[in-house]
């Protein structure tokens, strides 16, 4: 089952959640201003994606540019990134979509399409 943490007044959010709703998949609805990941998930979630730190943060949120965290971000390490994320909701990117090891940050539906449909084939069809 997929992991969506999102912000449920977000614009974006609802609509990457109408997505998986009209494809019928099957997910837990994580709240990231009351739950976001804690600092362990998100070693594991850096560990296991090939993008840059930077991409899971909102960096054109409020609270980031508030922080003044445009020079900081691209020099934090994965723990110091880790314990930013875990400590503010709002920073991070969203949606943010976790099925075991993968990571799907953002919505597009294209990029829906071809990760989470391909997934559910190869499932469906055993590969």
């Known amino acids: 089952m997929l992991e969506f943490y999102c912000i449920p007044t977000c614009s974006t959010c609802k609509a990457a ?3 998986l709703q009209k494809y019928q998949f099957e997910f837990e ?3 990231l201003k009351t739950a976001p990941p804690d600092e362990e998930k998100w070693i594991q979630i850096f560990q296991h994606s090939d993008l840059p730190l930077k991409r899971f943060f909102n960096t054109s949120g409020m609270v980031y540019k508030e922080r003044g965290l445009k020079d900081v971000v691209p020099n934090l390490t994965e723990h110091e990134a880790a314990e930013l994320l875990a400590s503010e ?3 991070i990117k969203r949606p943010l979509i976790l099925e075991g090891n993968n990571s799907l940050i953002g919505f597009k ?4 399409e071809e990760l989470l449909q ?3 084939e190869s499932v469906v069809n055993g590969k």
């Open 118 to 120: 391909k997934e559910r």
């Open 29 to 31: 609805e994580i709240n």
């Open 109 to 112: 539906e294209a990029v829906y």
């Open 89 to 91: 909701g709002m920073l």
């Open 17 to 19: 959640k109408k997505w």
